[in-house]
């Protein structure tokens, strides 16, 4: 079985935090309400965590070198769990992690285009 493209794992990975960046934003406008189900928040946030963590091991096993702007995304992605939903501080460390999914994404799209893989 033949291991999966990294700009398909960094693809997935910016598309999970995308929607819990979404999630998180109608719930703080009050577009949606997610008090019988918070549950879903936090499956976006494992799966979050786990697919980032998989687009960052392409480092040890392909010649992709886009994990290096994603590891930065860690820093933020631990800390969000230690800081309250309510508070004002939980949307801006979550936000801080964007610039290195989204130059992460761009990176690996750029090497499957140069036939790195």
Known sequence: MRPPRPAALFAAATLSYAANVGLGSAVAVHLVDTRHFRWVHHA???????????????????????????????????????????SRRHPVVALSAAPFFVTSLARAIQEQQHGVS
């Open 44 to 86: 976006l946030y494992v799966s979050t965590s786990v697919l980032a963590g998989a687009a960052a091991s392409t480092l040890l096993w392909s010649d992709s070198r886009a994990g290096w702007r994603l590891l930065p995304a860690a820093l933020p992605l631990v800390v969000v769990s230690q800081i309250s939903a309510r």
